[in-house]
């Protein structure tokens, strides 16, 4: 009999459901908490400005860290040792580049939204809908990627259906956006980082407790076992251009990723955002350390083999450990804090949707700003709603998919679509509102296309023989035709009010409002 | 333009050169990270100390210089520019 047979990953937890409850209770306890607090929009997409620098890095991390790195990276270290490292390293190297080229401009000039930062001196109306587009892109692949993720792990760990575990899961992050907006949305981020770091934590020592507490004797029981091979680059980077085209998208998608972005607002001035942008690359990093050791202690304790037995994924590596070294209660905890990961992440992901649909296209484009502060926050919880429902019926569309791919064209999208045009409008002062809608429609339409004539689409799920393009991922080409688009034609056509207004904006850019 | 205004600008251009070389920095880090991994296999498979392959010492490496990237950036930008932008507005009112 195989270990994988022995653990009791699938059947129903007492462990895991008693620490889901609680972690359920606590959330809406904030939630209830926050929805007396939620009475206008700056409550309901900014927590009121009154987050602090500390809560906000964590709550950056909560929004970062998903369930697809804990259990995703660690799973692919444990089947191809250091190959799953370059992942490890390549979600967190946006971080410095968020910090130095975007938190404190778009801090200083927007109120909720990315959009509000690019539209701020251009004409509202296009800017408003191509940004909304590219936003709405990137939430809603992020979103399926999440659900389906979801629906498949709760299945694997709890033995709900996968439709339970997708509408349990709707359920549950509507109500924390709905009612709690922002500020619940910060403060489940809060304990789902802090759940998270610390299982990870424990996890890793209770793994270096079989090594005299050194990652290296770790690193070398597992050359020792599956050969030197696994501690260097093996065969997931046989194209040095792939490499470098997901590494664009990794790094500079990050700093277009809405749900990010929007944290930033949440912050009373430009270096509490600073502050917090420090803490998040810490507590990340030192995830993703962590993820070194998680990986390759599942790979000498438990076995590649074993591993890929209970999901071909790998997935389950992380879990697998927990239930090797802690027993049953250690992996109902792990189980509960992926579920708290999921349930964490696409509460961020819809409230950034919905600021994009009420805030952006119905206030700024249908109403033309005219809309009062009653309606604001009533078609934000509409939008909340709808996008909620939406991603709970994609969840089920896509159910039994090969998703994996949705993630990482949404990092393509916001480095190609939303970080071109978000460091124009911060940085170039002849950027015109042609230029803008033109660098963001360029960036998400050639992004879609690309990732459709690409290997991912037509070989490994339509069955193709080869593939039109030949990168998995297409950010290397779109992101500078992206921002060559957004160039050339405001180059081609000057628009004088644009540049008028980036002198205007200049001192509230980098000094923030005090400088008015 | 006023004096005041001039110095602001010069602390702008400050914090741009600061900012674009520390993001020129990371992109180096990473990117020279990457291309080692593409085409220096053999050097990335080297162990320092047996376990201890250089790959995984540079991985880890990138990630904790990233990190210090960060606290270079926020340290300068308290304890240099705040001030300044602040000591500025001041004599300006």
Redesign the interface.
């Known amino acids: 009999m195989t270990q994988g047979a022995a653990t009791a990953i699938g059947q129903p937890n007492a462990v895991a459901m008693a620490f889901f409850f609680v972690f359920i209770s606590i959330t809406l306890a904030i939630t209830f908490w926050a929805a007396r607090r939620t009475r206008t929009t700056e409550h309901f997409y900014a927590a009121g400005r009154t987050i602090s620098a500390g809560q906000n890095g964590f709550a950056l991390a909560g929004d970062y860290m998903s369930a697809a790195s804990f259990l995703g990276i660690a799973g692919l270290v444990s089947t191809t040792g250091?190959d799953g490292?370059?992942y490890?390293?390549?979600w967190?190297?946006g971080?410095?580049?968020v910090?130095?080229?975007i938190a404190e401009p778009l801090r200083n000039l927007g109120r909720y939204t990315f959009a509000d930062v690019v539209a701020m001196r251009m004409r509202q109306t296009p800017v408003r809908i191509a940004a909304a587009l590219g936003t709405l892109a990137t939430v809603t692949l992020y979103l399926i990627a999440q659900m389906v993720g979801a629906g498949g792990l709760i299945r694997l760990m709890f033995g709900f259906s996968y439709e339970h575990a997708i509408i349990l899961v709707g359920i549950v992050m509507i109500g924390y956006v709905l009612f709690g907006g922002m500020i619940a949305t910060t403060w489940v981020q809060i304990v789902k980082a802090v759940l998270l770091m610390s299982g990870a934590l424990l996890l890793a020592l209770l793994v270096l407790l079989r090594f005299h507490m050194s990652p290296?004797?770790?690193?070398?029981?597992?050359?020792e076992r599956y050969g030197?091979?696994v501690?260097?680059?093996g065969k997931l980077?046989s194209n040095?251009l792939d490499?470098?085209s997901l590494?664009i998208a990794l790094?500079f998608g990050t700093a277009g990723l809405p749900h990010i972005l929007m944290r930033f607002y949440t912050v009373p001035d430009a270096?509490a955002a600073?502050?917090s942008?420090?803490i998040a690359?810490?507590l990340i990093?030192l995830f993703?350390?962590l993820t070194?050791i998680l990986g390759f202690g599942a790979m000498v304790l438990i076995g590649p083999e074993t591993i890929k037995a209970v999901d071909k994924g790998g997935n389950m590596a992380a879990p697998l450990l927990a239930e090797l070294l802690g027993g049953t209660p250690f992996l109902g905890f792990i189980a509960a804090v992926a579920f708290a990961t999921i349930l964490a992440v696409v509460a961020g992901l819809t409230l950034s949707g919905a600021a994009a649909l009420s805030h952006d296209l119905w206030v700024s484009v249908v109403r033309k700003g005219r809309a009062d502060a009653r309606e604001q926050l009533r078609v934000a919880r509409m939008a909340t709603l709808a996008l909620g429902v939406v991603a709970v019926g994609l969840g089920i569309t896509f159910k039994g998919q090969n998703v994996a791919f949705m993630v990482s064209l949404a990092f393509a999208i916001a480095a190609s679509a939303n970080f071109p045009a978000l460091v124009l409008a911060i940085?170039w002062r002849r950027y015109t509102t042609a230029g803008a809608v033109t660098s963001m429609a360029t960036g998400t339409l050639a992004t879609l296309t690309l990732i459709y004539l690409s290997p991912t689409i037509q070989v490994d799920i339509l069955g193709q023989g080869h593939a039109w393009f030949p990168l998995k991922n297409p950010a290397l080409v779109t992101l500078p035709l992206s921002f060559l688009a957004g160039i050339l034609v405001s180059l081609l056509a000057p628009e004088p009010g644009a540049s008028a207004g980036f002198t205007r904006l200049?001192?509230q850019t980098?000094?923030g409002t005090?400088?008015e | 333009m006023s004096a005041v205004d001039s110095r602001l600008a010069d602390l702008d251009r400050a914090r741009w050169r600061m900012a674009l070389t520390l993001t020129g920095a990371t992109v180096l880090l990473y990117f020279g990270f990457i291309a080692l991994v593409a085409f220096g296999r053999p050097i990335l498979a080297v162990q320092v100390v047996p376990g201890l392959s250089l790959g995984i010492l540079l991985g880890a490496l990138v990630i904790v210089a990233s990190w210090v990237l960060t606290w270079i950036y926020v340290r300068w930008a308290n304890t240099v520019y705040d001030p300044q932008v602040r000591a500025l507005l001041e004599s300006g009112r």
């Open positions: 250091f490292l370059i490890s390293t390549g967190l190297v971080w410095p580049v910090l130095f080229l290296v004797a770790l690193f070398a029981a597992a050359a030197d091979g501690l260097a680059p980077v040095p490499a470098v590494g790094m270096r600073r502050t942008v420090f690359t810490g990093g993703y350390l070194f940085f200049e001192r980098h000094l005090a400088a």
